[in-house]
């Protein structure tokens, strides 16, 4: 008898706390459950997806992640149930549970494109639940939970449209046992591993302070995570790495970290607070420096302006501390209102397209040398010692030093987020145009 198989899409977000707890760990555990009592096959690796982080109500981390797998399709009603209440039972433990507010959707079937445009959405913007409900329920065999709105929907159901084509980098999870416990990663081995994966992990260290970057600081179960541009090369950082406590296991997602996907391109117009995106334009005001060291300016396109500021923590803030009126700039990160200013374009990246090195201003006069000055748009010069007129419009060119030079600025690696490119990604982006089942090892 033939098994006829049904292709299955899970999303799930916000089962975590500030107390404990992991969406990805719940994600890891749901997916070894999967295998072992549905003969799940994985289409696609556990899919890790960050989601707008300007948004002010985001989940800790801003990460949902949505499972891929093809399975007996006379398993399908039986697992969708297996499933909520898996991931209902694992919320119902965590500390202070009244702070999360889960999401799971389940499709039957390749998602329609109502999921692919939800997640631009949600990586961009903010996504009033409206929206959430109508893709719901117009993408055809669609299960949720709750049945009502939760905040998690969103994550749940935006990682389910994280579909081809896209960047992606991969992240290695290890997850630990003691969730009470300082965590204990041998620091030399970190070090190793960074030496022997250069160029194909990153953000493993901190350059300056020698810290480790792939420890977080919560109790979740996290142990560490290593973010890298292939499969192969994490696990090779696996067999380097060194861990000295107890640990549950360890899987391979697939993610949109560090790829700049949030980094649309908008107007300065248009742009308003809770969005993420990129303007280019000239900077129109002088720099101003703000108690606590950020730095404001003004930045037009043809369509109107917007202020761009930086904080001194991202060292971008330096760079706007030297823009002059004039220059060409592209400014990427997401938009805050501040009181008092309006939309603000907080500074995660700084392309500095066209800096002049020189000033233009009127000539001496010949006769008594001092400085001109201008009779208008078409009124020539007059030296306003000494009377001398001269017609037309005419300007001497001077050099002048600048303390900053066209390029790309970045802050440095301990103050990335999640969805930032670090600069060893730019050229070596990696396309996905389409669904790959995983091809080595990717969970334990």
């Known amino acids: 008898m033939n098994v006829v198989f049904t292709e299955v899409h899970v999303g799930i977000d916000d089962l975590d706390s500030p107390s404990g707890g992991c969406t990805t760990h719940a994600a890891y555990r749901l997916a070894k459950e999967l295998i072992n009592r549905y003969g799940a096959r994985f289409i696609d690796y556990p899919n890790l997806v960050r989601l707008n982080p300007a948004i002010p109500f985001k989940t800790r981390g801003n990460g949902a992640v949505a499972l891929r797998f093809t399975m007996p399709e006379s398993e399908f009603s039986k697992a ?31 998602p329609k494109k109502e999921f692919r445009t939800l997640y631009l959405k949600a990586l961009t913007d903010y996504v009033p639940p409206d929206i959430v409900m109508d893709a719901l329920r117009e993408s055809g065999d669609v299960t949720w939970h709750p049945s009502g709105w939760s905040r998690g929907l969103v994550g749940a159901a935006a990682a389910v449209g994280w579909l081809p084509p896209h960047d992606h980098t991969y992240e290695l999870l290890i997850y630990r046992l003691n969730c009470g416990s300082e965590r204990c990663v041998d620091h030399d081995s970190v070090i190793t591993m960074d030496k022997e994966t250069r160029g194909e992990t990153f953000l ?22 290593v973010r890298g541009s292939r499969p192969e090369v994490l696990l090779k950082a696996l067999n380097i790495i060194k861990v000295c406590e107890p640990i549950e296991g360890w899987a391979i997602f697939r993610t949109n970290q560090h790829t700049d996907a949030h980094h649309v391109v908008r107007e300065a117009s248009s742009i308003r607070a809770f969005q993420t995106g990129c303007i280019s334009g000239t900077v129109s005001s002088k720099p101003i420096t ?6 404001l300016v003004k930045v037009c396109d043809s369509s109107g302006c917007v202020h761009v500021a930086s904080f001194r923590e991202s060292r971008l803030s330096i760079v706007l501390q030297h823009v002059r009126v004039g220059d060409v700039i592209k400014v990427c990160g997401s938009a805050k209102f501040w009181e008092g200013i309006g939309t603000v374009l907080q500074a995660e990246k700084i392309v500095l397209r066209y800096v002049p090195r020189y000033v233009t201003r009127n000539p001496r006069c010949p006769v008594c040398g001092r400085r001109l000055k201008s009779l208008g748009r078409s009124g020539g010069l007059k030296c306003v010692g000494c009377g001398f007129r001269v017609a037309g419009r005419w300007v001497e060119y001077v050099t002048v030093e600048r303390d900053v030079e066209e390029g790309l600025y970045l802050p440095p690696p301990k103050s990335f987020k999640h969805l930032m490119k670090p600069l060893d990604r730019y050229g070596h982006e990696h396309l996905c145009t389409e669904l790959k089942a995983p091809w080595t090892e990717w969970i334990r």
């Open 80 to 110: 969708s149930g297996f499933i909520i209440e898996f991931l209902t039972n694992y919320t119902e433990e965590l500390p202070h549970r009244p702070e999360t507010e889960p999401g799971i959707v389940i499709v039957k079937g390749r």
């Open 204 to 225: 493993n260290i901190d350059p300056e302070s020698g810290r480790v970057l792939i420890t977080p600081g919560g109790p979740d179960p996290v142990l560490c995570g």
């Open 290 to 295: 703000l108690e606590g060291g950020a730095t």
